[in-house]
């Protein structure tokens, strides 16, 4: 390569590594259409995911799934090249997430049995991602109204649904289809809810202790939305000040230091 082009192939990958950094952290209008568009598209994946879980495969389905794998693996290495720590990127929960997704739909023709439950472990983003957290609060009161009762809820369905996945895999036969799979998220209500009907159990060392787990867990986070429900419903807001970032959505000061708060409200962007 002659000089003259190297120094253009440079030029273009700094700028493509630009244009690409914008989209992901910047504040425009078209930055925040693409980020949520990740989101849609997260979206479509998990209720795919979660859909095709107990079905049986299909050259078509596994077509699918492979082009998925490399949507989810083109947005992975896109996320890593713009971060200013891929290493410490490495380590958040959705990255690892991702792997595991890219793992079992890209290996999942190399390897036998069923590996559906890792795909749903993508619904895990939606919870850890913080440029979804950030635009959600910025632009919707709604979400900063309620943003912990929405987390609990969506905690909860993400824990029913891997769960109901783990279940289905180590309890049924992938030709149980979806009836296995309803028998699956049956047995996981009931144990969530300790209501224990007994027609369906796990006769296992290893079922029961996955039980006993789904109980304690289960039982934690339906208590927590609960509680995020019911209690008085407070927004978040860092206090500039003392730091508190925790408020009455009509407050105007802050109740630890007093220091006046701009908390937007439907009728009013604060004082």
């Avoid at 027609?199 to 995020?228: E, H, N, P, W």
């Amino acid at each position: 390569m002659v000089p003259g082009e190297n120094l253009w192939h440079v030029a273009h990958m700094e700028e493509l590594h630009r244009t690409i950094r914008l989209l992901y952290t910047g504040q425009s209008q078209s930055a925040r259409r693409f980020r949520y568009g990740l989101i849609f598209f997260d979206a479509l994946t998990i209720v795919y995911f979660i859909a095709t879980a107990a079905l049986p495969a299909t050259p078509a389905t596994a077509a699918l799934n492979f082009l998925l794998g490399l949507l989810i693996l083109l947005d992975l290495v896109a996320r890593l090249w713009v971060s200013d720590n891929p290493r410490r990127e490495l380590t958040r929960i959705y990255t690892l997430v991702d792997l595991l997704v890219v793992a079992s739909v890209l290996l999942a023709p190399l390897l036998t049995g069923n590996l559906a439950f890792l795909r749903v472990l993508r619904g895990l983003r939606l919870i850890h991602s913080y440029h979804l957290l950030r635009d959600l609060r910025r632009e919707s009161l709604f979400f900063r109204r309620h943003e912990d009762a929405i987390l609990a809820a969506v905690n909860l369905f993400v824990f029913i649904f891997v769960t109901t996945s783990l279940v289905f895999v180590l309890a049924f036969d992938e030709e149980a289809g979806i009836a296995g799979y309803v028998d699956a998220l049956y047995f996981t209500g009931a144990t969530l809810t300790t209501t224990g009907f007994g027609d369906i159990t796990m006769t296992t060392t290893g079922g029961k202790l996955l039980s006993v787990f789904i109980m304690v867990v289960g039982v934690a986070l339906f208590l927590q939305l609960a509680r995020t429900i019911f209690q008085p419903t407070k927004i978040k807001y860092k206090c500039p000040e003392c730091g508190l970032n925790r408020h009455e959505p009509d407050a105007i000061h802050c109740k630890h230091c007093g220091e006046p708060l701009k908390i937007e409200t439907d009728g009013d962007t604060g004082p």
